[in-house]
């Protein structure tokens, strides 16, 4: 029988299913995703980017009534992004940038394939139409207002705001310009200059033409914050070291220093203890290191858990003080904003919900926290107006979508673009995930979401699917996610719950939320595949259930749950029946050198024998059951040969294999057609291998 023959029998067969759905794919995935939040500096606004079925377009929001209005007018699912958003120092005007890879850095992605090709390029947008400024990325806006810095092909350029000047460029320097930090009285700028091995501070004085870098030396510095006077600079140094591809709970301390701008001369005013902590681990900010006042605000896991810590910098010449714990307790922080004039930090945490987000505000020299908001919804990425009354932040809950919200005083949020959301998206048809513990099979427990039926009735068993995360330092919530992949994983979660499937969703070991050890997980990846453990753990805790058929357990996951998906279907067949792995690392050999070319396994071979032996391909004479593999082949996390080398060997093997392979597509797929595409795919291949 053909292939076309067959999609004909099935999409007949599945109509009556499909009509008895209460909703659709299409409609799960239409509602916007919310990002790059951004406060401006004057004038109390806030301006934030909606992607809309793959249109991308700006949105800002003014006191005294915040009601969004959307700025740009793009009409096209065409892949390209919008990003890196600032506000010009008078607030009336928003820069940003559209195209280009920015997590990478790599080609502009194509992913329409369109034969005119693509380009990065920095607009700015007021009352008007978007007007450009120049090809680039990494906009930095001079507090003058005159200007604004950038980078292209690792160098800084710079761009006057008004007038006919053509963008020029202003360094011509060894290495790849990062970080671009504007000097308060907008004079000098502060960049990190990467080299491979190590990298350097540099300030460039636009009016004396001069080059200075700051206190070099062999390790890693970056995160450079200027002090309110703006004659000195902090910045952080990692020292240089082998990269390590497993668990990393200690290395060489890393410090904070502070240079004179003017001089270059640097000093170390504090230094991270030995054991815990003394691995840099980052928060989600703009700049990590925060100058507020006479006080530097850094995050530092010393206790096990990302906390936010406060210290005074000490005088020249004085001892280091001790850096004060302003979040103390038993949870991590992940998004944090200084307050305008340094006055506190709002943040989010999993502070007494640990598989949930929500804000808190603190001071910047005593500890102890307020909440900001509570109760079952998920917050993230706040800022504070300018004018100190208002925190924007985003939001979402179980059933509604991620959408951009604004508590004002002591009112109560206000979603400022209300009307985004299609009229026909299902929130009172979305199930409402529990929260369940499982057991790993060596004894760790792990946490997850169940997504049960609404029709499920007493006494039957149903097919379910065990979904993984990628990252792996991610962590799924109860609600819809803060990242627009894993939104769209949830998004996918509740539609595979509404077509008859039980999904677990499960927080594997070297996620994060769970404090230090449990990310920097024994013997975890590359290092001997420890999460296996949380594989077959989860399998297992499913053929228990009286409401799980047993013999029809699937797997599904995406980047590192591509990998543990094709991990389980190769050790654990007999428990897994099918699976689908969205391009999922199936080598670590391979995987490894694609972030660190310098990698060579005949150097290393214990390493390299460890990291076959943990890799899907090493098991794939004991692998059976069928798989779908999804993957673009411009992706840039996880090469696309890793899915051409497995799909030849499970050939050679004898096994059942389909493919949905997307020309010119990077990993985090950039088209929403794509994404439906796959989803679909999903859904259909693992209904044929699972329902009865």
């Known amino acids: 029988m053909s292939n076309r023959i067959t999609s004909v029998l099935l999409v007949v067969i599945a109509a009556p299913l499909a009509a008895q759905q209460p909703f659709t794919l299409e409609q799960v995935t239409a509602a916007p995703f919310p990002e790059n939040l951004t406060a401006a500096p004057a004038g109390g606004k806030v301006a934030w980017q909606l992607n809309a079925r793959g249109v991308r377009n700006l949105w800002v929001a003014a006191p005294p009534d915040y009601q969004g209005r959307q700025i740009t007018s793009n009409t096209e699912d065409d892949g390209q992004e919008i990003n890196q958003v600032e506000w010009t120092p008078d607030g009336q005007s928003v820069i940003y940038v559209r195209g280009g890879d920015f997590e990478m850095g790599r080609e502009d992605p194509n992913p329409r394939s369109n034969p005119a090709g693509v380009e990065q390029v920095i607009w700015i947008v007021d009352s008007g139409a978007p007007r450009r400024l120049a090809e680039g990325h990494s906009p930095a806006v001079s507090p003058k207002g005159d200007r604004v810095a950038f980078v292209q092909k690792g160098q800084i350029w710079m761009a006057m705001l008004e007038g006919d000047a053509k963008p020029a460029q202003a360094v011509h320097a060894r290495g790849s310009a990062q970080s671009l930090r504007w000097s308060p009285d907008g004079t000098k700028l502060a960049f990190v200059s990467a080299r491979g091995d190590h990298s350097f501070i540099a300030v460039y004085d636009p009016a004396a033409s001069q080059l200075r870098y700051l206190d070099a030396g062999v390790d890693h510095d970056g995160d450079p914050v200027w002090s309110a006077d703006s004659r000195q600079v902090a910045f952080i140094r990692v020292p240089a070291a082998p990269e390590i591809f497993g668990p990393q709970r200690t290395a060489e301390p890393w410090s904070i220093r502070v240079a004179d701008a003017a001089t270059g001369r640097g000093r170390q005013v504090w230094k991270a203890e030995p054991g815990r902590g003394s691995v840099f681990h980052g928060i989600v900010a703009r700049d990590p290191l925060m100058w507020a006042g006479r006080r530097l605000i850094f995050p530092w896991e010393r206790t096990g858990w990302l906390h936010l810590y406060s210290l005074e910098v000490p005088s020249q010449g004085a001892a280091p003080g001790t850096p004060l714990d302003l979040t103390p307790g038993e949870f991590e922080v992940e998004h944090v904003t200084l307050a305008p004039n340094g006055s506190g930090l709002v943040y989010s945490s999993n502070q007494g919900d640990i598989d949930r987000r929500h804000l808190w505000r603190t001071a910047v020299d005593q500890a102890g926290a307020t909440p900001v908001t509570s109760g079952e919804g998920i917050e993230w990425s706040p800022v504070v107006t300018s004018d100190g009354k208002g925190i924007a932040f985003l939001r979402s809950g179980a059933q509604l979508p ?157 980047s590192y749950g591509g990998y543990l998906t094709a991990l389980g279907l190769a050790r654990a067949s007999d428990l897994f029946a099918a699976g689908v792995d969205f391009h999922g690392v199936h080598e670590w050999n391979v995987e490894i050198r694609n972030f660190t070319p310098s990698y060579d396994p005949e150097k290393q071979q214990e390493v390299a024998r460890i990291a076959y032996e943990s890799s899907p391909i090493a098991w794939v004479k004991t692998w059976h059951s069928p798989v779908l593999l999804i993957h673009g082949d411009d992706d840039r996390n996880v090469p696309f040969s890793e899915t051409v080398t497995l799909a030849a060997a499970l050939r050679k093997q004898g096994v059942e294999f389909e493919e949905l392979i997307f020309p010119d597509e990077i990993h985090d797929f950039l088209l929403y057609a794509h994404w439906v595409e796959a989803y679909h795919a999903t859904e259909e291949f693992l209904r044929r291998k699972l329902m009865p």
């Open 402 to 558: 991620a959408r951009a919200a604004i508590l004002v005083a002591n009112g109560e949020p206000k979603d400022l673009a209300p009307g985004s959301i299609p009229s026909d998206f299902p929130a009172d048809r979305l199930i409402t995930p529990q929260p369940v513990m499982i057991s790993a099979t060596d004894g760790m427990l792990i946490h997850g979401q169940l997504f049960r039926p609404r029709n499920l009735a007493a006494g039957e068993r149903r097919p379910a699917v065990v979904f993984f995360h990628g990252g792996s330092r991610r962590q799924m919530l109860l609600g819809w996610h803060y990242m627009y992949y894993y939104n769209n994983a949830y998004a996918m979660n509740q539609y595979l719950a509404s077509r008859g499937f039980i999904v677990l969703s499960v927080n594997y070991r070297s996620g994060i939320g769970y404090g230090l050890d449990f990310r920097e997980a024994i013997d975890y990846g590359a290092r001997g595949a420890s999460e296996f453990n949380d594989v077959t753990g989860a399998g297992l805790y499913l053929r228990s259930r009286p409401d799980v058929d047993a013999a029809r357990i699937g797997l599904w996951g995406g």
